[in-house]
């Protein structure tokens, strides 16, 4: 269990201090309630043995205040062990943030954003229970003990054996009480599943409503809660047997020890030893309960463990594979080059395989070829949103791994075919292409992207908010804020993937016209199904099954028989095709 807390107070060595502060407190509380039992047979044996009322007034006086001390204590331990709870929530939170802030694209094309959001906002939320409860409750279980069975060798060494033997005896079963750890990994693991197809059956519930179907048509969810119910069954299984004589030890002792006073005793040895019988039946309630927190200690341990390795393996998924990773700042120019470059999204299945190239700066080239054949992959490693399997980048005659993150993403611009806009003022949403801009940059950059009857729909113009009531945008009036945001943006190597594709007619000239202005004097990379908008590109590559197979511009490829051609012609029949 220490080194559980170890891993877990270093996430928060601001706080450190208040942690050990709040177990100095709680064991000073367990010391300070051990002690007024302690006194209470004093109190006892003051009273029924001599029958002095005035130290047994005095010894009452001092259990008060020693269980009103402990009481004090025990609540500042748990306030400050709340504190380090919350702190820790928080920058477990802000590790996850650092994560996401710090990972590539190809985490992002693996994993979903809820599984990421949950695995970061429930994990964080179970080390509250650990820090803000278990504290004050561990330090108790061990100190308790401790305090009451030495009490008891100074009242009455036969007191302290029977103490020690039953602590002995329970412990043993506390350990069967805990259960298998194999088990309890199951039952984790089912219960997440369990949480996992609930949420996609919420969902999902409209078209279940919509079909009148039960719940076992949602095969996952139904399977999920068969398979928990049985793993938790099986668990309690395994800790039934150490429960139950746990319960009938504790029992059964306090009923030995009431009929050895009461049927095996003296009437004249009865009296003498009420005080300490009394304390003995006191002190067993108490090591009751902590046998009872040790073994819940055991379930929150492979908890917190669990909690930790789960946050920690995300945050290694999140930044393993970082293509940048170097300090360059700058780009000699807008170059990009491919030395024998293989990759594959599976380790077995090559998209790329040594594929070389060279663009040359400051001109426009063009990525054509059937779907699958290898096109956006190409842009996806330009980018460094993946990185390469082997062979090597060149961005700017430099490998692509000696620039910095922040490197990057000033010099790389990219306009995906379907846009994100966050639900920010639409002034907010360009100004992220490059956040340092002046409000008069920025409404340039509207303006060249031909934005201003976009601004004309709403009173508000640029400060209208994305996402509010009455504010609805085309797919190609998201495309030009867009456009505007990387015309702001002003990299150097700038990459458009299908950007135009489901654009309507209405706004393609618009379209057409900002991408002329924000192609200039950059390298541009284009991805394109349709091939009317790249013919007065300076170059253009035909893609098939990874390789470059044709190169050269649209009117030397298009008078050659090769695949180019034969797309081109493709196209042209598609764009005449007619509902008759």
């Known amino acids: 269990m220490f080194s559980v807390y170890k891993k877990l107070f270093s996430y928060i060595p601001d706080r450190k201090g208040l942690a050990y502060l709040a177990i100095f407190f709680s064991a000073l509380s367990a010391m300070l309630m051990a002690g007024a039992l302690y006194y209470l047979y004093e109190f006892l044996r003051g009273l029924l043995l001599s029958g002095n009322t005035a130290s047994a007034a005095a010894y009452a ?57 949950k695995i970061i906002d429930d994990n964080a939320a179970e080390t509250h229970t650990i820090v803000a409860h278990l504290i004050p409750d561990n330090v108790g ?20 054996f029977l103490l020690l033997l039953l602590i002995a005896i329970g412990a043993w079963q506390v350990k069967g009480m805990v259960g298998k750890p194999e088990l309890m990994s199951l039952y984790a693991a089912t219960l997440e599943n369990l949480n996992s197809a609930t949420v996609e059956y919420v969902r999902g519930m409209q078209v279940i409503k919509i079909f009148k179907t039960s719940v076992a048509s949602f095969k996952a969810l139904s399977q999920a809660i068969q398979a928990y ?6 668990y309690s299984f395994t800790c039934r047997r150490a429960y139950v004589s746990f319960q009938v030890l504790f029992a059964s002792y306090i009923l030995l020890l009431i009929s050895a006073f009461a049927f095996l005793l003296p009437e004249r040895e009865q009296l003498h030893l009420l005080p300490q019988f009394l304390y003995l039946f006191s002190v067993i309630g108490l090591l009751f309960t902590c046998f009872m927190r040790v073994m819940y200690l055991g379930m929150y341990q492979y908890k917190a463990v669990e909690v930790i390795d789960k946050i920690e393996q995300l945050y290694q998924q999140m930044t393993e594979n970082k293509v940048y990773q170097g300090s360059e700042e ?36 063009a990525l054509v070829g059937a779907s699958g054949s290898g096109k956006s992959t190409i842009a996806k490693l330009m980018a460094g949103f993946y990185k390469a399997g082997s062979g090597q980048i ?36 360009v100004r992220l292409g490059r956040p340092e801009a002046s409000r008069e940059e920025v409404m340039r950059a509207l303006d060249l992207a031909c934005c201003q009857d976009i601004l004309d729909k709403f009173p508000d113009r640029e400060e209208t908010q994305i996402g ?21 943006k002003d990299a150097r190597l700038l990459i458009l993937d299908e950007a135009s594709a489901s654009t309507d007619v209405n706004n393609e000239y618009q379209i057409q016209q900002a991408f002329a202005r924000l192609m200039e004097n950059k390298t541009v990379i284009i991805i ?36 180019y051609r034969r797309l081109k012609e493709l196209y042209a029949s598609a764009d005449e095709w007619r509902v008759s």
């Open 61 to 117: 006086l001092v259990i008060v205040s020693m269980m009103l001390a402990g009481s004090l204590l025990y609540m500042t331990s748990g306030v400050l062990a709340h504190m380090v709870a919350f702190r820790l929530e928080t920058n477990l939170r802000k590790r996850g943030i650092d994560g996401l802030m710090a990972s590539n694209f190809a985490f992002f094309g693996t994993s979903s954003s809820g599984k990421i959001r």
């Open 141 to 160: 279980v061990v100190v308790t003990p401790l305090m009451i069975v030495g009490l008891a060798f100074v009242i009455q060494p036969l007191m302290g």
């Open 229 to 234: 119910s049985e793993t938790a069954l099986q």
């Open 330 to 365: 700058e780009l000699i120019d807008g170059s990009l080059a491919f030395q024998e470059v293989s990759f594959g999204y599976e380790e077995d299945q090559l998209i790329l395989d040594r594929l070389s190239f060279r663009l040359e700066a400051n001109k426009v080239y």
């Open 394 to 429: 060149l961005l700017g005659q430099k490998p692509i791994e000696s620039y910095s993150q922040e490197a990057a993403m000033r010099q790389i611009a990219f306009v995906f075919q379907q846009s994100k806009l966050f639900k920010l003022s639409i002034y907010d949403n």
């Open 468 to 488: 509010a009531e009455g504010v609805h945008l085309s797919g190609g009036e998201m495309q030009r804020l867009a456009i505007a945001r990387a015309i702001l």
């Open 528 to 563: 394109a199904h349709r091939l009317s908008s790249i013919r007065g590109v300076d170059e253009i590559l035909v893609i098939d099954q990874g390789r470059i197979v044709e190169r050269g511009r649209d009117q030397d490829l298009s008078e050659k028989s090769g695949l």
